[in-house]
């Protein structure tokens, strides 16, 4: 069974920081791209960021480009979302996925 465990959301005011992780299991992680995806209040979900099996190919959204960082670690089966410079927009419901399937998010927002 694919488990997806996002963390590391929290309240940040604008301009901060926080590091999201997500510990997957039941499946052959290194096998696969992995994304981020998120979910403001009220709103669909938006795609996020990709990264590819071996970390060479990083893609994001324009509205995240130069703030977030995707990367993942192979061996512990986790991926994170580095996220800097954070904004009101940002405040959103975040989950990691392995394709269409997502697991539990967390919770970022960004207010002061």
């Known amino acids: 069974e694919v488990q997806l465990q996002a963390s590391g959301g929290g309240v940040v005011q604008p301009g901060g920081s926080l590091r999201l992780s997500c510990a997957a299991s039941?499946?052959?992680?290194?096998?696969?791209?992995m994304t981020w995806v998120r979910q403001a209040p009220g709103k669909e979900i938006e795609w996020v960021s990709d990264i590819s099996t071996r970390s060479h190919r990083r893609k994001y959204v324009d509205s995240v480009k130069g703030r977030f960082t995707v990367s993942r670690d192979n061996a512990a089966k986790m991926l994170y979302l580095q996220m800097n410079d954070l904004k009101p927009e940002d405040t959103a419901v975040y989950y990691c996925?392995?394709?269409?399937?997502r697991g539990q998010g967390t919770l970022v927002t960004v207010s002061s």
């Open positions: 996925a392995k394709g269409v399937t």
């Open positions: 039941g499946f052959n992680f290194s096998n696969y791209t």
